[in-house]
């Protein structure tokens, strides 16, 4: 039962860490989309 938890705990950190990198790189990508458009 206790490895059991350990594997949902970690699958849900694993899971939040994607999501994080995904989140970072999607914002890089627009901040440097929207820093072209005011700095023509």
Do not use: G
Request: proline residues 2%.
């Amino acid at each position: 039962m206790h490895l059991y938890i350990n594997l949902i705990q970690f699958s849900y950190i694993l899971a939040k860490f994607i999501l994080f990198i995904h989140r970072a790189t999607a914002t890089d990508e627009v901040s440097v989309s929207q820093k072209q458009a005011l700095n023509p």
